[in-house]
Each structure stands twice: as structure tokens, then as C-alpha cells.
């Protein structure tokens, strides 16, 4: 709240004073639910309240972003191992960089890979 009344325009606000920021935030969470609702994270009950799913409570578990659990959704209930690590590795937030010293470590577990991936 603070950053966003000190510099509005980075978070993409026009207008200034607490009307415009009050109609700005609840733009954003308008959003927020309406995308979760779409990958089922949440779902609005008849009185308008809001109750998490077991997406939701493994993506604040596990600290998995929105399009990450979005692409875990687009899953079938019958894909395979390969179609599940073909997903991951296509995650952005996923792949790190891996580290110098991590690189023996690495090539030594690849050698036990079940599945491996060309590329």
C-alpha cells in the first residue's frame, strides 16, 4: 500500500488520491480471484465467500506461481511420466541456473535419469 501511494505509476496506476487507489486494488483482486477461479485454486461459495482448494494450498505450500499451476492443471488425469517432466521442464519459474560446483553432482544423478530428455 505504502510503495504503491509513493510510486504509482510503476504499478501501473494513473490516477492519484484514495479513491483512485482504492478502485486500483480492488481492480487487482478482482483479477486475482477471477484467474484463480479459472484454474479451480479457488472457488466462490453462494454467500461470496472464498474457499481454497488442494491447488491452492499446494501452490502456497510450495510456493508455486500462478502459470506454473496453471500448465499442472492443463495436465490429463492419465498423462504419464514423461508428459509430466515434459511440463515441467517447460515451467520457467522451475529451471534454475545450475551452480559450478553443482555440475559433478549433476552429471553423476543424470546417469540414474529414468526418462531423459533431448536437448
Given at each position: 500500500?505504502?510503495r504503491?501511494?509513493?510510486?504509482?505509476?510503476?504499478?501501473?496506476?494513473?490516477?492519484?488520491?484514495?479513491?483512485?487507489?482504492?478502485?486500483?486494488?480492488?481492480?487487482?483482486?478482482?483479477?486475482?480471484?477471477?484467474?484463480?477461479?479459472?484454474?479451480?485454486?479457488?472457488?466462490?461459495?453462494?454467500?461470496?465467500?472464498i474457499?481454497?482448494?488442494?491447488?491452492?494450498?499446494?501452490?502456497?505450500?510450495?510456493?508455486?506461481?500462478?502459470?506454473?499451476?496453471?500448465?499442472?492443471?492443463?495436465?490429463?488425469?492419465?498423462?504419464?511420466?514423461?508428459?509430466?517432466?515434459?511440463?515441467?521442464?517447460?515451467?520457467?519459474?522451475?529451471?534454475?541456473?545450475?551452480?559450478?560446483?553443482?555440475?559433478?553432482?549433476?552429471n553423476?544423478?543424470?546417469?540414474?535419469?529414468?526418462?531423459?530428455?533431448?536437448?
Open positions: 500500500y505504502q504503491l501511494q509513493s510510486n504509482s505509476l510503476m504499478y501501473g496506476m494513473n490516477g492519484k488520491g484514495s479513491d483512485s487507489l482504492h478502485s486500483f486494488i480492488v481492480d487487482k483482486c478482482s483479477q486475482s480471484i477471477e484467474q484463480l477461479m479459472k484454474i479451480e485454486a479457488i472457488s466462490m461459495e453462494k454467500d461470496g465467500s474457499t481454497p482448494t488442494a491447488a491452492s494450498r499446494i501452490m502456497s505450500r510450495n510456493f508455486v506461481d500462478y502459470d506454473t499451476m496453471k500448465s499442472i492443471v492443463k495436465l490429463h488425469h492419465d498423462s504419464g511420466p514423461l508428459q509430466i517432466l515434459q511440463m515441467l521442464s517447460n515451467c520457467h519459474k522451475i529451471q534454475f541456473p545450475v551452480r559450478r560446483h553443482e555440475k559433478k553432482t549433476l553423476e544423478a543424470h546417469k540414474y535419469v529414468r526418462y531423459k530428455l533431448e536437448g
